[in-house]
Structure formats: structure tokens, C-alpha cells
């Protein structure tokens, strides 16, 4: 009985030292809060609470414009060159996540976002990236900005969704949950490698009349790209609630 009594102080003991170690050691990451927000075509999307903005947490995948008018999917290369609002699925791939937009679609940030969203600004993703840890110092860099996990926080939890790449890893740590959707040309060829090894995202905010900005996230790579483009490259689009 002596010894049962002594065997079971000292597992408590042990016990209670590793919980106090942990709660010293490690900080418990607070779990994101979700939701769901429906589009025109009763599309619903999963949505997260990242800082103080809610994102949708996958990409869009609307036809239409919010007053019901449809976004011409343009499949073909010619059809893309027409310069015009249009939409794709990436090479026709059923596993694309979401569709890809050309800025003319894009730039009717209100019509294409579900009602009371937008399409996510240059200032909305600097806001998500700082809310990642990335330095104020790098904000308005361009070109990949690295050192820095942020990429990584915001792409959907490894060994899903990207191609692996060691030691690269996504965590979906934001909620984030991004996917390789890869990226059109303006020609109208699709980008490679393309799906689940490039993420491109539109922001709606123009640079100049002929290109606007965006993001990339790679599987080689833990940061976020910044840059701007031809308006007529197709990109994912992400929207925040207004």
C-alpha cells in the first residue's frame, strides 16, 4: 500500500510538472473563428476571422455579377484575348479550387463579391500579412519577401492542396486555407507548373491603367510574392466582408 501511495505521488508529480511546463513553454493558439457567406448563384463559401476582417477562406467561383448579368467563361484562347470582363476553370480541370478572373472582371469589386463583401484591396492583404507576423519593413517590398513564414501560415495544412516540397509546409495557422489554383497568361496559355504548385490572387487595386496588383504563394517558397501585372492575366480571387 506504502508503495502504491509513493508510485502514484510521483506520476502526479510528473504529471503536473509537464503541464506547467507546457503552459510556460508553449502559448495555446487561440482557435480561428468560421463562418459562410452565400453568392448570387447560391454558392456558400467558408469563411475566417483573421485579425479583425472576415476572409473568405476559399476561392470564389461566381458566373455572375451580383445584378444577375453573367461573366463570360472564356475557355479558348481567343476567347480570352477579347480583353472584356471573363472567368475560367483552369485548363478545364474539375479540380481546379475555384475560378480564375481577368482584372476587368475583378474591377467590379462590388458586382462580383457576394452582397455586403468585396474583393480583397492592396490594403486588405497588407493588413493580413501583418496580421502573420511579417515586418513592417517588408509590407511594401516587392518580389518574394522573405525571411518569414507568412506564406506558409496562410496556405491550407500540409501534405494537402500543394505539391510537397521539403522543407516547406503549410499550417493554415490563419484559417486562411489557400490552394494552388495556379494562374492564366494573357495570351490565354495556362501558367505552369499550375495547379497545386502556384497560388496567384488579384487584389483590386490598380496600379496603372494596364496592370493592377496581386499575390503569389509557391510551393518552394515560404513567403508572399508582391508585384503587379497585366490586367489580362487570370488570377483566384479572395473577398473580405465590407
Same mark, same amino acid.
Given at each position: 500500500m506504502r508503495f502504491q501511495t509513493k508510485f502514484f505521488c510521483i506520476i502526479s508529480f510528473v504529471i503536473l510538472g509537464l503541464f506547467f511546463s507546457c503552459d510556460k513553454d508553449e502559448k495555446i493558439k487561440p482557435v480561428p473563428e468560421t463562418g459562410t457567406v452565400t453568392d448570387i448563384e447560391d454558392n456558400t463559401y467558408k469563411?475566417?476571422?483573421?485579425?479583425?476582417?472576415?476572409?473568405?477562406?476559399?476561392?470564389?467561383?461566381?458566373?455572375?455579377?451580383r445584378n444577375g448579368s453573367a461573366i463570360p467563361v472564356a475557355q479558348t484562347n481567343a476567347d480570352w484575348l477579347m480583353g472584356s470582363a471573363a472567368c475560367c476553370l483552369f485548363d478545364n480541370n474539375s479540380t481546379a479550387?475555384?475560378?480564375?478572373?481577368?482584372?476587368?472582371?475583378?474591377?467590379?469589386?462590388?458586382?462580383?463579391a457576394p452582397e455586403g463583401w468585396h474583393v480583397a484591396t492592396e490594403a486588405d492583404w497588407k493588413d493580413l500579412e501583418r496580421t502573420m507576423g511579417m515586418p513592417d519593413s517588408l509590407i511594401d517590398k516587392l518580389n518574394w519577401r522573405e525571411p518569414g513564414v507568412c506564406g506558409d501560415k496562410l496556405k491550407i495544412k500540409a501534405?494537402?492542396?500543394?505539391?510537397?516540397?521539403?522543407?516547406?509546409?503549410?499550417?493554415?495557422?490563419?484559417?486562411?486555407?489557400?490552394?494552388?489554383?495556379?494562374?492564366?497568361l494573357p495570351e490565354g496559355k495556362w501558367a505552369t507548373p499550375g495547379l497545386f504548385a502556384t497560388g496567384f490572387w488579384?487584389?483590386?487595386?490598380?496600379?496603372?491603367?494596364? &496592370?493592377?496588383? #496581386? @499575390?503569389?504563394?509557391?510551393? +518552394? /517558397? &515560404?513567403?508572399? #510574392? @508582391?508585384?503587379?501585372?497585366? +490586367? /489580362?492575366?487570370?488570377?483566384?480571387?479572395?473577398?473580405?466582408?465590407?
Open positions: 469563411t475566417v476571422k483573421i485579425g479583425n476582417k472576415w476572409w473568405m477562406a476559399e476561392n470564389l467561383k461566381v458566373k455572375k455579377f479550387p475555384g475560378l480564375l478572373y481577368n482584372w476587368f472582371a475583378v474591377e467590379r469589386a462590388d458586382d462580383i501534405p494537402t492542396g500543394w505539391t510537397n516540397y521539403a522543407p516547406i509546409w503549410g499550417t493554415n495557422e490563419s484559417g486562411f486555407t489557400a490552394l494552388a489554383g495556379g494562374c492564366r488579384w487584389t483590386s487595386t490598380g496600379n496603372d491603367s494596364n &496592370s493592377a496588383w #496581386f @499575390r503569389q504563394l509557391d510551393y +518552394k /517558397k &515560404s513567403g508572399v #510574392f @508582391r508585384y503587379f501585372v497585366s +490586367k /489580362k492575366y487570370g488570377m483566384s480571387v479572395r473577398c473580405v466582408k465590407d
